[in-house]
């Protein structure tokens, strides 16, 4: 499956050689979990406080909470909205939107069964209190949710987020003409079975042995709209480009050019908030980079120009959107990184991007 291959590079670089602690969930996910909530009305600290972490654990995208931190996060967020489906409706309505999120690649893949493939290999990076799998089983493709020996009530949760994310996913690549098949979920019940239908879109039947959604195998086997080989090359080399420092014992340079990659779009980044998040000195954090071969400000700007060549092949994005999720305050400051990179303003390079790419 090529999705296996294309993002073989995520595990070594974010797992960092270790094995990933069982029950355990990503900081980036609780972000953006919370993100989301704050988004439809939730009280940020608030959230923070009910489950216990705080501003500073968050931020750094690569560290793991225990898993119980995001059943309690996501039930706090229902309570708090005063909304029994608000994780359902989460888990609809947010989706990756740029390539500062690692998932957001995927929907590049040649078919649904690639791009489903592909994030389920990252499944165990966002979190690993239960399993997914997918298998093609004749006239269906099968991913099913596998427990890992914890009680499926009390995760039922965070299995029915990623259940809505998974038919979401599978939404944004083929819209209306999506066939599933059907939808088992083992756990009860938490609230209306029609708020489930509702968002998840299809009938759904509990209390089953197991927890599937049934795809067309058909439908998964055809390209999509989406497929697109030149920009998923190119997002796949700017994405595994610290590899190399991490197979060099580079790690600080790896790390700090994920965290850049993806924090980017989100909140200015500071050689200080990088150092905070990983809980050392930003004095150390500067020599190490240094010695490694790789300043900050070197790194920062390298990695604006990777992803500003990302945006120009997708072309599809107007350039004070791409200045922004490049993180730029101001459109002035991002013309003259542009003139610095292409030896062009910004204006004449998109237009021949869209010239081409119409072409």
């Known amino acids: 499956m090529e999705g296996q291959d294309q993002f073989a590079w995520v595990q070594k670089l974010v797992g960092g050689g270790v094995p990933i602690p069982p029950n355990t969930a990503s900081a980036n996910l609780i972000g953006r979990a ?24 968050i931020r750094n995208q690569l560290s793991r909470v225990p898993g119980v931190v995001l059943n309690r996060l996501l039930m706090a967020i229902e309570i708090q909205l005063e909304k029994p489906a608000a994780v359902l409706e989460i888990g609809r309505d947010s989706r990756p939107r740029c390539f500062s999120d690692i998932g957001y690649a995927t929907r590049l893949l040649p078919t649904l069964f690639d791009v489903i493939d592909a ?34 009530q009390e995760i039922a949760p965070a299995v029915e987020f990623s ?5 979401r996913l599978a939404r944004e690549i083929w819209g209306d003409k999506l066939n599933i098949a059907g939808v088992t979920i083992q756990h009860q019940p938490r609230f209306d079975r029609a ?25 998964c086997r055809l390209r999509t709209p989406h ?12 994405h595994s480009h610290p590899v190399k420092w991490f197979d060099a014992g580079m790690r600080l ?35 190490h980079l240094v010695d490694e071969g790789n300043p900050f400000r070197t790194m920062l700007d390298d990695i604006r ?4 060549d990302l945006y120009k092949l997708e072309n599809k994005r107007a350039l004070a959107e791409v200045a922004e999720l490049l993180g730029y305050g101001e459109l002035s400051a991002f013309t003259r990184a542009y003139r610095r990179w292409y030896g062009e303003p910004p204006s004449k ?11």
């Open 34 to 57: 919370i993100a989301a909530a704050v988004a439809l009305g939730a009280n940020r600290p608030a959230l923070l406080d009910a489950v216990g972490i705080n501003e500073a654990t």
């Open 119 to 152: 994030n389920v290999q990252m499944q165990e990076l966002r979190q690993n209190i239960y399993r997914v799998s997918l298998a093609d089983q004749g006239e269906v493709a099968a991913l099913k949710w596998n427990a890992m020996g914890n009680n499926a």
């Open 163 to 167: 259940i809505v994310t998974y038919v």
């Open 195 to 219: 708020l489930y239908e509702q968002y998840i879109g299809y009938p759904v039947r509990f209390g089953t042995k197991e927890t599937t959604v049934l795809f067309s195998s058909e439908q």
């Open 227 to 238: 497929a697109n080989p030149e920009l998923l090359n190119a997002a796949t080399i700017c």
């Open 253 to 287: 340079s790896a790390f700090t050019y994920f965290y850049l990659w993806t924090e980017l779009n989100k909140s200015p980044v500071t050689l200080d908030r990088v150092a905070r998040s990983f809980g050392i000195a930003e004095r150390t954090l500067r020599r």
């Open 305 to 308: 120009k990777s992803m500003c």
């Open 349 to 359: 390079g998109w237009q021949s991007a869209a010239t081409s790419t119409r072409g």
